[in-house]
Protein backbone atom coordinates (compact mmCIF):
# COMPACT_ATOMS: atom_id res chain seq x y z
CA UNK A 1 0.00 0.00 0.00
CA UNK A 2 3.10 1.85 0.93
CA UNK A 3 4.08 2.36 -2.62
CA UNK A 4 0.93 2.98 -4.61
CA UNK A 5 0.21 5.98 -2.07
CA UNK A 6 3.69 7.13 -3.27
CA UNK A 7 3.08 6.80 -7.00
CA UNK A 8 -0.42 7.58 -7.32
CA UNK A 9 0.78 11.52 -6.29
CA UNK A 10 2.23 11.59 -10.25
CA UNK A 11 -0.26 12.39 -12.94
CA UNK A 12 -0.15 9.85 -15.25
CA UNK A 13 1.76 10.94 -18.43
CA UNK A 14 -1.01 10.62 -20.88
CA UNK A 15 -3.71 12.28 -18.97
CA UNK A 16 -1.84 15.61 -18.53
CA UNK A 17 1.93 15.81 -19.64
CA UNK A 18 2.69 19.43 -18.16
CA UNK A 19 1.05 18.64 -14.66
CA UNK A 20 2.95 15.14 -15.03
CA UNK A 21 6.49 16.80 -15.98
CA UNK A 22 6.12 18.96 -12.72
CA UNK A 23 4.89 16.14 -10.43
CA UNK A 24 8.56 14.36 -11.52
CA UNK A 25 10.85 17.09 -10.88
CA UNK A 26 9.03 17.95 -7.34
CA UNK A 27 8.72 14.15 -6.40
CA UNK A 28 12.01 12.75 -7.26
CA UNK A 29 13.05 15.93 -5.41
CA UNK A 30 15.22 17.09 -8.12
CA UNK A 31 14.51 21.19 -7.84
CA UNK A 32 12.01 23.36 -5.82
CA UNK A 33 10.31 26.77 -6.53
CA UNK A 34 12.34 29.58 -4.49
CA UNK A 35 10.79 33.11 -3.14
CA UNK A 36 12.00 34.43 -6.47
CA UNK A 37 9.80 34.85 -9.39
CA UNK A 38 10.92 31.85 -12.31
CA UNK A 39 13.55 31.06 -10.60
CA UNK A 40 14.39 26.94 -9.12
CA UNK A 41 16.30 25.68 -6.33
CA UNK A 42 18.72 22.92 -7.91
CA UNK A 43 18.38 20.19 -4.74
CA UNK A 44 21.05 17.21 -4.44
CA UNK A 45 19.62 15.22 -7.14
CA UNK A 46 19.27 18.10 -9.65
CA UNK A 47 22.45 18.89 -9.00
CA UNK A 48 24.51 15.73 -9.22
CA UNK A 49 22.86 15.54 -12.53
CA UNK A 50 24.10 18.55 -13.33
CA UNK A 51 27.10 17.92 -11.87
CA UNK A 52 27.78 14.52 -13.88
CA UNK A 53 26.60 16.82 -17.39
CA UNK A 54 29.52 19.29 -16.27
CA UNK A 55 32.04 16.77 -16.05
CA UNK A 56 31.25 14.78 -19.39
CA UNK A 57 30.89 18.00 -21.39
CA UNK A 58 34.34 19.49 -19.78
CA UNK A 59 36.12 16.78 -20.60
CA UNK A 60 35.34 16.68 -24.07
CA UNK A 61 36.13 20.66 -24.06
CA UNK A 62 39.30 20.36 -22.88
CA UNK A 63 40.41 17.21 -24.88
CA UNK A 64 39.49 19.70 -27.76
CA UNK A 65 42.03 22.45 -26.37
CA UNK A 66 39.70 24.71 -25.06
CA UNK A 67 40.46 26.19 -21.45
CA UNK A 68 37.41 27.44 -18.80
CA UNK A 69 37.24 31.22 -17.79
CA UNK A 70 35.12 33.29 -15.56
CA UNK A 71 33.47 36.59 -16.99
CA UNK A 72 31.73 39.33 -14.61
CA UNK A 73 27.89 38.81 -14.14
CA UNK A 74 27.29 42.48 -15.28
CA UNK A 75 27.61 44.08 -18.53
CA UNK A 76 27.83 47.64 -19.28
CA UNK A 77 24.41 48.85 -21.34
CA UNK A 78 27.12 50.96 -23.16
CA UNK A 79 29.06 47.48 -24.37
CA UNK A 80 26.07 45.50 -24.37
CA UNK A 81 24.93 48.05 -27.29
CA UNK A 82 28.05 47.99 -29.31
CA UNK A 83 25.99 44.93 -31.35
CA UNK A 84 22.87 46.39 -32.73
CA UNK A 85 21.39 42.73 -33.81
CA UNK A 86 22.32 40.99 -30.50
CA UNK A 87 20.74 43.39 -28.27
CA UNK A 88 17.98 43.66 -30.21
CA UNK A 89 17.64 40.26 -29.98
CA UNK A 90 18.01 40.23 -26.20
CA UNK A 91 16.31 43.48 -25.20
CA UNK A 92 13.43 42.06 -24.26
CA UNK A 93 14.56 39.81 -21.60
CA UNK A 94 17.28 42.05 -19.79
CA UNK A 95 17.80 42.42 -16.28
CA UNK A 96 19.01 45.32 -15.51
CA UNK A 97 20.82 47.10 -12.30
CA UNK A 98 20.36 50.73 -11.41
CA UNK A 99 21.28 51.14 -8.12
CA UNK A 100 24.61 50.27 -6.35
CA UNK A 101 23.81 50.52 -2.61
CA UNK A 102 21.38 54.05 -1.98
CA UNK A 103 23.14 55.43 -5.39
CA UNK A 104 21.56 55.25 -8.74
CA UNK A 105 24.27 54.01 -11.11
CA UNK A 106 25.50 56.50 -13.63
CA UNK A 107 25.14 53.71 -16.54
CA UNK A 108 22.17 50.66 -15.85
CA UNK A 109 24.37 46.93 -15.59
CA UNK A 110 22.81 44.59 -17.49
CA UNK A 111 22.53 41.11 -15.89
CA UNK A 112 24.21 38.68 -18.25
CA UNK A 113 21.79 36.77 -20.54
CA UNK A 114 24.74 35.40 -22.36
CA UNK A 115 28.36 36.69 -22.67
CA UNK A 116 29.19 38.08 -25.89
CA UNK A 117 29.92 41.42 -25.22
CA UNK A 118 31.98 40.69 -22.64
CA UNK A 119 34.59 37.83 -24.34
CA UNK A 120 34.37 40.54 -27.43
CA UNK A 121 35.49 43.21 -25.25
CA UNK A 122 38.16 40.82 -23.55
CA UNK A 123 39.57 39.37 -26.65
CA UNK A 124 39.92 42.93 -28.25
CA UNK A 125 42.59 43.51 -25.42
CA UNK A 126 44.80 40.87 -25.52
CA UNK A 127 44.69 40.07 -29.29
CA UNK A 128 47.17 41.16 -31.47
CA UNK A 129 48.86 38.97 -33.46
CA UNK A 130 47.96 36.02 -35.67
CA UNK A 131 50.24 34.11 -33.28
CA UNK A 132 47.59 34.52 -30.36
CA UNK A 133 45.33 32.59 -32.16
CA UNK A 134 43.11 30.79 -31.77
CA UNK A 135 41.42 31.65 -28.09
CA UNK A 136 38.94 29.11 -27.18
CA UNK A 137 37.60 29.85 -23.87
CA UNK A 138 34.16 28.39 -22.19
CA UNK A 139 32.69 28.99 -19.02
CA UNK A 140 30.16 27.40 -16.30
CA UNK A 141 27.81 30.12 -15.37
CA UNK A 142 24.24 31.03 -14.50
CA UNK A 143 22.79 33.66 -16.43
CA UNK A 144 19.46 35.63 -16.25
CA UNK A 145 16.53 35.75 -18.78
CA UNK A 146 13.21 37.71 -17.98
CA UNK A 147 11.06 34.78 -18.97
CA UNK A 148 7.38 35.98 -18.96
CA UNK A 149 6.24 31.58 -18.38
CA UNK A 150 8.95 29.40 -17.12
CA UNK A 151 9.11 25.94 -15.96
CA UNK A 152 11.87 24.11 -14.12
CA UNK A 153 14.67 23.11 -16.07
CA UNK A 154 12.53 24.04 -19.29
CA UNK A 155 12.84 27.69 -19.03
CA UNK A 156 13.38 29.53 -15.80
CA UNK A 157 14.68 33.53 -15.49
CA UNK A 158 17.85 32.35 -13.67
CA UNK A 159 19.42 28.44 -15.14
CA UNK A 160 22.44 27.24 -15.22
CA UNK A 161 24.73 26.44 -18.43
CA UNK A 162 28.22 26.90 -20.40
CA UNK A 163 29.20 28.50 -23.02
CA UNK A 164 31.94 28.58 -25.36
CA UNK A 165 33.74 31.49 -26.92
CA UNK A 166 36.43 31.07 -29.21
CA UNK A 167 38.12 33.33 -32.04
CA UNK A 168 40.19 32.41 -35.22
CA UNK A 169 42.52 33.48 -37.86
CA UNK A 170 40.27 32.72 -40.75
CA UNK A 171 36.49 32.25 -41.56
CA UNK A 172 37.11 28.42 -42.14
CA UNK A 173 38.69 27.30 -38.98
CA UNK A 174 35.56 29.56 -37.25
CA UNK A 175 33.15 27.28 -39.78
CA UNK A 176 34.56 24.31 -38.49
CA UNK A 177 34.62 25.01 -34.88
CA UNK A 178 31.16 25.65 -34.91
CA UNK A 179 30.61 22.18 -36.85
CA UNK A 180 33.38 20.36 -34.28
CA UNK A 181 31.04 21.63 -31.12
CA UNK A 182 27.97 20.82 -32.68
CA UNK A 183 29.05 17.34 -33.27
CA UNK A 184 30.32 17.14 -29.86
CA UNK A 185 27.09 17.78 -28.20
CA UNK A 186 25.21 15.30 -30.21
CA UNK A 187 27.38 12.54 -29.45
CA UNK A 188 27.28 13.28 -25.64
CA UNK A 189 23.71 13.70 -25.71
CA UNK A 190 23.90 10.13 -27.69
CA UNK A 191 26.40 8.36 -25.55
CA UNK A 192 25.59 9.62 -22.08
CA UNK A 193 22.00 11.37 -22.21
CA UNK A 194 20.73 8.17 -24.26
CA UNK A 195 18.95 10.75 -26.42
CA UNK A 196 18.80 10.61 -30.13
CA UNK A 197 18.76 14.33 -31.47
CA UNK A 198 18.62 15.62 -35.17
CA UNK A 199 21.48 18.13 -36.20
CA UNK A 200 20.75 20.47 -38.99
CA UNK A 201 20.71 24.37 -39.15
CA UNK A 202 18.28 27.01 -37.71
CA UNK A 203 16.28 29.25 -40.76
CA UNK A 204 17.31 33.23 -40.47
CA UNK A 205 14.42 33.92 -38.32
CA UNK A 206 15.40 31.32 -35.56
CA UNK A 207 18.99 32.00 -35.46
CA UNK A 208 20.75 33.54 -32.35
CA UNK A 209 21.19 37.64 -32.23
CA UNK A 210 23.84 38.56 -34.26
CA UNK A 211 24.93 35.23 -35.44
CA UNK A 212 25.93 34.44 -39.26
CA UNK A 213 24.47 30.75 -38.91
CA UNK A 214 23.01 29.08 -36.24
CA UNK A 215 23.20 25.15 -35.65
CA UNK A 216 21.40 23.15 -33.51
CA UNK A 217 20.45 19.91 -32.01
CA UNK A 218 16.76 19.11 -31.51
CA UNK A 219 15.70 15.87 -29.58
CA UNK A 220 12.36 14.84 -29.68
CA UNK A 221 10.09 14.44 -26.13
CA UNK A 222 7.73 11.96 -25.24
CA UNK A 223 4.74 13.59 -26.16
CA UNK A 224 5.98 14.71 -29.55
CA UNK A 225 7.59 17.80 -29.10
CA UNK A 226 10.64 19.37 -29.77
CA UNK A 227 13.53 20.39 -27.58
CA UNK A 228 16.31 22.41 -28.71
CA UNK A 229 19.00 20.60 -26.80
CA UNK A 230 22.19 22.66 -27.55
CA UNK A 231 23.11 25.51 -30.21
CA UNK A 232 26.71 25.96 -31.67
CA UNK A 233 26.62 29.68 -33.61
CA UNK A 234 29.22 31.10 -36.46
CA UNK A 235 29.51 34.81 -36.01
CA UNK A 236 31.53 35.86 -38.97
CA UNK A 237 33.46 38.50 -38.46
CA UNK A 238 30.39 40.85 -37.45
CA UNK A 239 31.06 41.36 -33.23
CA UNK A 240 35.14 41.94 -34.12
CA UNK A 241 33.95 45.00 -36.25
CA UNK A 242 31.51 45.95 -33.53
CA UNK A 243 34.13 45.59 -30.83
CA UNK A 244 37.36 46.14 -32.92
CA UNK A 245 39.02 42.84 -32.36
CA UNK A 246 41.84 42.95 -35.09
CA UNK A 247 45.36 41.38 -35.18
CA UNK A 248 48.41 41.61 -37.19
CA UNK A 249 48.06 38.67 -39.77
CA UNK A 250 50.45 36.55 -41.74
CA UNK A 251 51.22 39.94 -43.95
CA UNK A 252 51.68 42.12 -41.32
CA UNK A 253 48.75 43.04 -42.10
CA UNK A 254 45.50 44.45 -39.92
CA UNK A 255 42.63 42.07 -40.01
CA UNK A 256 39.58 41.53 -38.03
CA UNK A 257 38.84 37.60 -36.15
CA UNK A 258 36.53 35.09 -36.81
CA UNK A 259 34.16 34.50 -33.73
CA UNK A 260 32.19 31.09 -32.63
CA UNK A 261 29.57 30.68 -29.60
CA UNK A 262 28.34 27.34 -28.28
CA UNK A 263 26.21 26.39 -25.66
CA UNK A 264 24.29 23.89 -23.35
CA UNK A 265 22.02 24.03 -20.59
CA UNK A 266 20.24 22.43 -17.08
CA UNK A 267 17.63 22.26 -20.20
CA UNK A 268 19.22 19.33 -20.44
CA UNK A 269 18.13 17.86 -17.55
CA UNK A 270 14.34 18.55 -18.43
CA UNK A 271 14.89 16.56 -21.88
CA UNK A 272 16.29 13.72 -19.56
CA UNK A 273 13.06 13.92 -17.74
CA UNK A 274 10.46 14.28 -21.11
CA UNK A 275 12.20 11.53 -23.47
CA UNK A 276 12.77 8.70 -20.46
CA UNK A 277 11.04 8.79 -17.53
CA UNK A 278 7.76 7.83 -16.90
CA UNK A 279 4.17 7.47 -14.71
CA UNK A 280 6.52 5.85 -11.25
CA UNK A 281 8.58 9.06 -11.58
CA UNK A 282 12.68 9.68 -13.04
CA UNK A 283 13.84 7.26 -14.95
CA UNK A 284 17.61 7.77 -15.46
CA UNK A 285 20.49 6.98 -18.08
CA UNK A 286 22.75 4.69 -16.29
CA UNK A 287 26.21 6.83 -17.50
CA UNK A 288 24.56 10.26 -16.26
CA UNK A 289 22.89 8.99 -13.28
CA UNK A 290 24.67 9.64 -9.60
CA UNK A 291 23.81 6.48 -8.34
CA UNK A 292 23.51 3.33 -10.77
CA UNK A 293 23.09 0.87 -8.77
CA UNK A 294 20.91 0.99 -4.58
CA UNK A 295 21.37 -1.94 -3.27
CA UNK A 296 18.01 -2.83 -0.98
CA UNK A 297 18.58 -5.31 2.11
CA UNK A 298 15.25 -7.53 2.85
CA UNK A 299 14.39 -9.10 5.92
CA UNK A 300 17.81 -6.83 7.41
CA UNK A 301 17.34 -7.67 10.61
CA UNK A 302 17.82 -11.65 9.57
CA UNK A 303 21.64 -12.88 10.60
CA UNK A 304 23.81 -11.43 7.67
CA UNK A 305 22.14 -9.73 5.26
CA UNK A 306 23.14 -6.52 6.31
CA UNK A 307 27.02 -7.58 5.74
CA UNK A 308 27.04 -9.50 2.63
CA UNK A 309 24.94 -5.93 1.45
CA UNK A 310 27.92 -3.66 2.47
CA UNK A 311 30.26 -6.88 1.00
CA UNK A 312 28.27 -6.13 -2.43
CA UNK A 313 28.64 -2.57 -2.02
CA UNK A 314 32.55 -2.37 -1.71
CA UNK A 315 32.91 -5.39 -4.18
CA UNK A 316 31.11 -3.22 -6.67
CA UNK A 317 32.18 0.44 -5.64
CA UNK A 318 35.23 0.10 -8.14
CA UNK A 319 32.99 -0.98 -11.47
CA UNK A 320 30.08 1.40 -10.81
CA UNK A 321 28.39 4.23 -8.29
CA UNK A 322 26.52 2.35 -5.79
CA UNK A 323 24.72 2.81 -2.62
CA UNK A 324 22.60 0.69 -0.05
CA UNK A 325 19.40 1.87 1.86
CA UNK A 326 19.66 0.66 5.21
CA UNK A 327 16.94 2.58 6.66
CA UNK A 328 14.04 1.15 9.02
CA UNK A 329 11.59 1.80 6.17
CA UNK A 330 9.64 -0.68 4.35
CA UNK A 331 11.14 -2.85 1.38
CA UNK A 332 8.08 -2.03 -0.53
CA UNK A 333 8.42 1.77 0.41
CA UNK A 334 12.29 1.92 -0.64
CA UNK A 335 11.73 0.25 -3.20
CA UNK A 336 9.07 3.07 -5.16
CA UNK A 337 11.21 5.69 -3.56
CA UNK A 338 13.85 4.61 -5.37
CA UNK A 339 12.24 4.13 -8.65
CA UNK A 340 11.15 7.85 -8.27
CA UNK A 341 14.47 8.85 -8.14
CA UNK A 342 14.91 7.29 -11.26
CA UNK A 343 17.87 4.73 -10.10
CA UNK A 344 18.56 2.69 -13.03
CA UNK A 345 19.20 -0.88 -11.39
CA UNK A 346 18.08 -2.51 -8.00
CA UNK A 347 19.82 -5.22 -5.68
CA UNK A 348 17.66 -7.00 -3.43
CA UNK A 349 18.94 -9.46 -1.15
CA UNK A 350 17.04 -11.29 1.31
CA UNK A 351 17.91 -14.67 4.05
CA UNK A 352 16.47 -16.41 1.00
CA UNK A 353 18.91 -15.15 -1.76
CA UNK A 354 21.70 -15.63 0.33
CA UNK A 355 21.53 -18.65 1.19
CA UNK A 356 21.05 -19.31 -2.59
CA UNK A 357 24.57 -17.76 -3.21
CA UNK A 358 22.61 -14.74 -5.00
CA UNK A 359 20.68 -11.44 -5.69
CA UNK A 360 17.83 -10.44 -7.55
CA UNK A 361 18.77 -7.36 -10.29
CA UNK A 362 15.86 -5.38 -10.69
CA UNK A 363 15.57 -2.72 -13.95
CA UNK A 364 13.76 0.32 -13.49
CA UNK A 365 13.39 1.27 -17.11
CA UNK A 366 11.22 -2.77 -17.77
CA UNK A 367 10.69 -3.52 -13.86
CA UNK A 368 12.42 -7.00 -15.09
CA UNK A 369 13.61 -9.14 -12.13
CA UNK A 370 16.97 -11.53 -12.90
CA UNK A 371 18.75 -13.72 -10.37
CA UNK A 372 22.70 -12.81 -10.08
CA UNK A 373 25.15 -14.80 -8.84
CA UNK A 374 26.81 -13.15 -5.80
CA UNK A 375 30.09 -14.64 -7.07
CA UNK A 376 30.00 -12.65 -10.68
CA UNK A 377 28.73 -9.08 -9.66
CA UNK A 378 31.86 -7.34 -10.78
CA UNK A 379 31.05 -8.78 -14.36
CA UNK A 380 27.46 -8.73 -14.92
CA UNK A 381 26.57 -5.41 -13.54
CA UNK A 382 28.36 -3.53 -15.71
CA UNK A 383 27.16 -5.62 -18.91
CA UNK A 384 23.75 -5.30 -17.32
CA UNK A 385 23.56 -1.45 -16.90
CA UNK A 386 24.88 -0.87 -20.43
CA UNK A 387 22.07 -2.91 -21.99
CA UNK A 388 19.82 -0.45 -19.78
CA UNK A 389 21.80 2.64 -21.56
CA UNK A 390 21.13 0.74 -24.75
CA UNK A 391 17.68 -0.16 -24.61
CA UNK A 392 16.93 3.55 -23.07
CA UNK A 393 18.58 5.06 -26.70
CA UNK A 394 16.70 2.17 -28.76
CA UNK A 395 13.17 3.19 -27.47
CA UNK A 396 13.53 7.07 -27.63
CA UNK A 397 15.03 6.26 -31.26
CA UNK A 398 12.14 4.28 -32.53
CA UNK A 399 9.88 7.01 -31.27
CA UNK A 400 11.44 9.70 -33.02
CA UNK A 401 11.34 7.94 -36.07
CA UNK A 402 7.23 6.39 -35.68
CA UNK A 403 6.59 9.77 -34.82
CA UNK A 404 8.77 11.51 -37.63
CA UNK A 405 5.94 11.91 -40.64
CA UNK A 406 6.59 13.14 -44.15
CA UNK A 407 4.11 16.15 -45.87
CA UNK A 408 4.43 17.28 -49.59
CA UNK A 409 1.51 19.68 -49.36
CA UNK A 410 -0.35 22.13 -47.50
CA UNK A 411 -3.05 19.90 -46.82
CA UNK A 412 -1.43 17.03 -45.60
CA UNK A 413 1.01 18.93 -43.69
CA UNK A 414 -2.07 21.20 -42.28
CA UNK A 415 -3.52 17.37 -41.39
CA UNK A 416 -0.32 16.34 -39.91
CA UNK A 417 0.52 18.93 -37.79
CA UNK A 418 -2.32 19.35 -35.63
CA UNK A 419 -3.42 15.71 -35.50
CA UNK A 420 0.10 14.07 -34.91
CA UNK A 421 2.55 15.35 -32.22
CA UNK A 422 5.84 14.51 -33.65
CA UNK A 423 8.64 16.03 -36.29
CA UNK A 424 6.77 16.92 -39.64
CA UNK A 425 9.48 16.71 -42.84
CA UNK A 426 8.33 19.06 -45.32
CA UNK A 427 9.89 21.04 -48.22
CA UNK A 428 10.55 24.80 -48.15
CA UNK A 429 11.05 27.61 -50.61
CA UNK A 430 13.07 29.61 -47.74
CA UNK A 431 10.95 32.86 -47.70
CA UNK A 432 10.10 33.52 -44.30
CA UNK A 433 6.19 34.28 -44.52
CA UNK A 434 5.97 31.07 -45.64
CA UNK A 435 7.60 30.41 -42.36
CA UNK A 436 5.42 32.76 -40.82
CA UNK A 437 2.22 31.85 -42.25
CA UNK A 438 2.96 27.98 -40.66
CA UNK A 439 3.67 29.31 -37.22
CA UNK A 440 0.16 31.34 -37.37
CA UNK A 441 -1.53 28.83 -38.40
CA UNK A 442 -0.49 26.31 -36.05
CA UNK A 443 1.89 27.22 -33.57
CA UNK A 444 4.73 25.35 -34.80
CA UNK A 445 8.25 26.36 -36.23
CA UNK A 446 10.92 25.10 -37.96
CA UNK A 447 13.25 22.91 -35.68
CA UNK A 448 16.40 23.02 -38.50
CA UNK A 449 17.16 22.78 -41.66
CA UNK A 450 18.75 18.70 -40.99
CA UNK A 451 21.85 18.17 -42.84
CA UNK A 452 20.94 14.77 -43.90
CA UNK A 453 19.06 16.46 -46.59
CA UNK A 454 16.14 14.74 -48.07
CA UNK A 455 14.37 15.88 -51.60
CA UNK A 456 10.54 14.92 -50.87
CA UNK A 457 9.15 17.35 -53.25
CA UNK A 458 9.96 20.43 -55.98
CA UNK A 459 7.38 22.48 -54.33
CA UNK A 460 7.39 24.53 -51.01
CA UNK A 461 4.62 22.68 -48.96
CA UNK A 462 2.76 26.15 -48.04
CA UNK A 463 3.33 28.12 -51.28
CA UNK A 464 4.45 25.81 -54.26
CA UNK A 465 7.49 27.58 -55.30
CA UNK A 466 10.09 25.91 -56.23
CA UNK A 467 11.78 24.26 -53.04
CA UNK A 468 15.00 25.18 -51.86
CA UNK A 469 15.27 22.96 -48.83
CA UNK A 470 13.98 20.37 -46.07
CA UNK A 471 12.95 21.11 -43.17
CA UNK A 472 11.60 19.82 -39.48
CA UNK A 473 8.84 21.60 -38.34
CA UNK A 474 6.97 21.07 -35.16
CA UNK A 475 5.87 22.18 -31.78
CA UNK A 476 8.37 23.00 -29.39
CA UNK A 477 9.26 23.77 -25.54
Given at each position: ?7 E??T ?10 T?V ?45 C??M?I ?25 G??Q ?9 T??A????H ?12 K ?26 Q ?62 K??Q????H ?9 F??Q ?9 YV ?22 N ?41 I ?74 W???Q ?27 C????C?D????S ?23 K ?12
Amino acid sequence: MAKEKYVESITSRDVDFAQWYTDVVRKAEMADYSSVRGCMILRPLGCAIWENIQKGLDQRFKALGHENVCMPMFIPESLLDKEAEHVEGFAPEVAWVTMGGTEQLQERLAVRPTSEALFSDHYAKIVQSYRDLPKLYNQWVSVVRWEKTTRPFLRTTEFWWQEGHTVHETAEEARQETLRMLDTYAEFCRTELAIPVVKGRKTDKEKFAGAEATYTIEAMMHDGKSLQAATSHYFGDGFARAFGIQFSNRENKLQYVYQTSWGASTRLIGALIMVHSDDNGLLLPPHIAPTQVMVVPVAQHKPGVLEACQEIVDKLAVVCRIKMDASDKMPGWKFSEHEMHGIPLRLELGPKDLANGQAIAVRRDTGEKQPVSLDDLVGTIPELLEQIQKDLYDRAWQLMQERTYTATDWDSFSSIIQEKPGFVKAMWCGDQACEDKIKESFAATARCMPFEQEHLADTCVCCGKPAKSMVIWGKAY
